[in-house]
């Protein structure tokens, strides 16, 4: 029997092409001695959405990359930071710190997507979307891992001079390793420059602003964060006695309260030595972590910190209206079980201690 032959029609390249002209490739096979056509679409396997997903991701770090890569002089001195995920508080302390080294050794900040790709997913979700401007600072690469030759910003070791620290280094790129950079010293060279950034893009700003009626922005606002570990009694005796002292400075006052607790808020806004005062009450309980930093940015006159040793109501108090704005917090020697930090770093000298014991 005589082998019969398989039909095949080329693509069509275009203009120059010496193919037929046909619009697409049509192929018959052989099965079973019966001739069929090829259906393209049955042999192509279906893309999972997880695999959709992580393209996507891909997609935006590598645009973000050559963005950078085009700008970037690859013989310039850089310095990177072996990054912790985090709550936003703590990613701000360590994005900031960053920065604020790099600027004061005269090197370029970068991030290592290959060493940082939790933080780069977690940095997406925030940071990206509403905080643009601090992303810009940094140049992303893709490259390997660099070793760790340096440290700096561990817990429990005060502060340290950066450029006494990597002064001597000739190295191309200095890789360091630090858990907690929790001092505003790293960064508040660049406080001005921060406070600019932390006002978000257009829209978040506009959303922080509609927090409040137009009726409400011009009162004074005292802001509270607290959290599970400051007692409620103490808590709402040291804000009453900040509400009898700004009450009596200012004609029109507002408390609003941070906490993740929504109970804890109703408790103090309906304690009788708070309902005393003619206010007006503010619970921030359902706004998002994030537009609750650009609130104080816009909105708060004075700031309380209960429990002094949170970094997201720490920067509540450093983000808060102005960069004169009181700032309170508690003593931190009543939270001794929590002591992580060293106190001249992590506060600065003109906020106020609340100097009492939790009763």
Not at 34 to 62: N, Y
Request: aromatic share 12%; net charge neutral; proline share 5%.
């Amino acid at each position: 029997m005589e082998k019969q032959k398989v039909h095949v029609e080329s693509w069509h390249d275009g203009p120059d092409s010496t193919a037929p002209n046909t619009p697409f490739r049509h192929v018959f096979l052989f099965e079973n001695q019966t001739m069929k056509e090829w259906d393209s679409s049955k042999m192509l396997p279906r893309v999972p959405r997880s695999l959709k997903i992580v393209f996507f991701i891909s997609s935006f770090i590598l645009l973000l990359y050559f963005l950078c890569a085009s700008t970037r002089d690859s013989s310039q001195k850089s310095i990177q930071f072996n990054h912790k995920n985090g709550e936003i508080g703590d990613q701000l302390f360590s994005l900031f710190s960053h920065i604020g080294v790099a600027r004061t050794i005269g090197r370029t900040p970068v991030i290592n997507t290959v060493n940082n790709a939790e933080l780069i997913e977690q940095l997406s979700k925030v940071v990206v979307l509403r905080f643009p401007s601090i992303l810009n600072q940094f140049s992303i690469v893709i490259q390997p891992i660099t070793p760790v030759n340096g440290n700096l910003g561990t817990d429990e070791v005060s502060y340290e001079d950066s450029i006494e620290r990597f002064s001597q280094y000739a190295t191309l790129s200095i890789m360091v390793d630090g858990n907690g950079f929790k001092s505003y010293k790293y960064f508040d060279s660049i406080r001005s420059e921060i406070r600019l950034w932390m006002l978000g893009n257009a829209e978040n700003l506009q959303e922080a602003k509609n927090l409040l009626s137009e009726s409400l922005r011009d009162n004074f606002k005292l802001c509270v964060h607290t959290t599970s570990e400051t007692q409620k009694n103490f808590t709402i005796k040291a804000v009453s006695e900040m509400l009898n002292h700004y009450t009596k400075e200012n004609d029109r006052v507002m408390l609003a309260v941070s906490a993740t607790d929504p109970g804890f808020i109703r408790n103090i806004f309906q304690d009788k030595r708070i309902k005393k005062f003619d206010i007006e009450k503010f619970s921030l309980v359902s706004s998002p972590p994030e537009l609750q930093l650009t609130f104080s940015r816009i909105y708060c006159d004075a700031v309380f910190i209960t429990f002094p040793y949170s970094s997201f109501g720490w920067w509540m108090g450093y983000l808060a209206r102005e960069e004169k704005s009181p700032v309170f917090y508690f003593d931190p020697d009543a939270f001794p079980l929590q002591n992580t930090t060293i106190q001249n770093d992590m506060f600065p000298p003109k906020w106020k201690k609340v100097s009492k014991k939790i009763e």
